[in-house]
């Protein structure tokens, strides 16, 4: 248990829909980023927030997007959801350090499918 | 862009036996780290390495970062079933945001 808790476990959306995806970071970590793991594959980053900013971005189209809350939960919305959209999102929360050693806490993900 | 090869991506051993996991990378990272993903959950983190050459163990699993913060390797002594499960390296990026490149992951199978 990480602390870090991710809602729906699982949704199934049609291509061309639109999907929110929630995060609530563990207690006092005001930092969120957000990796979408493909089936086989290791975790690829998509974005994170610090303090309710995007604070860097990977290479995802403009149509992943975003929002941290005053409390550092936070959402990740994706438009025009395309099959290759189907994956498991994950979100991590750290304390928004800026050591080497600073370590991202995983909450178990959800498991999105575009039919 | 950083990239992370991992290998091997499958491994079926018997019980007892012993085994490595790679990671390597052209690219520098201020930290690297271990995982292990359970099916259904997010990654759990094993151990994070700072200091290039740095070695640490965690019961049967000796970790090592390599002299030039490049690659890493993941050993486990006398594997056992419990050891079964997805294996991923995860080296640290800090430039702005502070983020995670990860290599495919390594199937470990451990078998009775």
């Known amino acids: 248990e990480t602390g870090v808790t991710q809602s729906p476990t699982h949704l199934i959306k049609t291509r061309g829909q639109q999907v929110t995806l929630r995060c609530s970071s563990q207690s006092g970590h005001n930092t969120v980023s957000w990796y979408q793991q493909a089936l086989g594959q290791g975790p690829q980053f998509i974005f994170q927030y610090y303090r309710e900013e995007e604070n860097g971005r990977g290479n995802f189209p403009p149509r992943f997007s975003g929002l941290q809350f005053p409390n550092y939960s936070s959402e990740l919305n994706v438009n025009a959801l395309e099959l290759d959209d189907s994956a498991l999102y994950l979100c991590?929360?750290?304390?928004?350090?800026?050591?080497?050693?600073?370590?991202?806490?995983f909450g178990p993900g959800t498991r999105l499918l575009v039919l | 862009t950083q990239l992370l090869e991992q290998s091997p991506q499958f491994l079926s051993i018997q019980e007892g036996e012993n085994l490595t996991v790679y990671c390597n990378s052209s690219?520098?990272?201020?930290?690297l780290q271990w995982y292990r993903q359970e099916p259904g959950e997010g990654p759990v983190l094993l151990v994070t390495?700072?200091?290039?050459?740095e070695v640490k163990k965690l019961k049967r699993l000796t970790f090592q970062f390599g002299d030039a913060r490049k690659d890493s390797s993941l050993h486990i002594t006398a594997a056992q079933p419990g050891d079964t499960g997805l294996y991923l390296c995860?080296?640290?990026?800090?430039?702005?945001?502070?983020?995670?490149?990860f290599g495919q992951g390594t199937r470990l199978t451990i078998n009775p």
């Open positions: 991590a929360s750290t304390g928004g350090g800026r050591g080497p050693g600073e370590t991202q806490y």
């Open positions: 995860a080296g640290a990026v800090s430039s702005g945001a502070q983020k995670l490149v």
């Open positions: 390495v700072v200091t290039g050459g």
């Open positions: 690219s520098v990272f201020s930290s």
